[in-house]
């Protein structure tokens, strides 16, 4: 177990976590219409933003998610497997950081379907 430091990092959290939402039932039909050639990069830039301070990052998450007809199943299983992917990779206080992050995005696009 290692902290996350760079973007070598954030890219196996990223391309781990999909793995497990292509592969989940409840969460792989909302996904699997996507271009992940085009979605992957977008998703790692913005883990790099929250997680490294990478600068650049101005797209708003929730806009890209309000198409979507989650419901509070979705959102309960999407914060599950990103933090179960979090705990089988990394430790410290960049995990912490992530984890509540996505629970705030979580909570952010939900409120406002």
């Known amino acids: 177990m290692r902290e996350i430091k760079n973007q070598g990092d954030v890219h196996e959290l990223v391309q781990t976590f999909y793995q497990k939402v292509m592969n989940d039932d409840q969460l792989a039909p909302f ?5 992940f050639e085009e979605h992957m990069p977008k998703m790692e830039f ?3 933003f929250v997680l490294l301070d990478e600068s650049g990052y101005t797209t708003s998450v929730t ?8 419901t509070d199943e979705h959102f309960k299983r999407w914060l599950f ?3 179960k992917t979090l705990d089988e990779l990394f430790i410290g206080e960049k ?8 629970a705030v995005i979580g909570w952010t696009i939900q409120s406002k379907m």
């Open 95 to 102: 995990v912490d950081l992530a984890k509540q992050r996505a």
């Open 81 to 83: 497997l990103f933090n």
């Open 63 to 70: 806009d890209k998610h309000m198409h979507m007809r989650l």
């Open 31 to 35: 996904f699997q219409h996507l271009n």
């Open 46 to 48: 913005f883990w790099r």
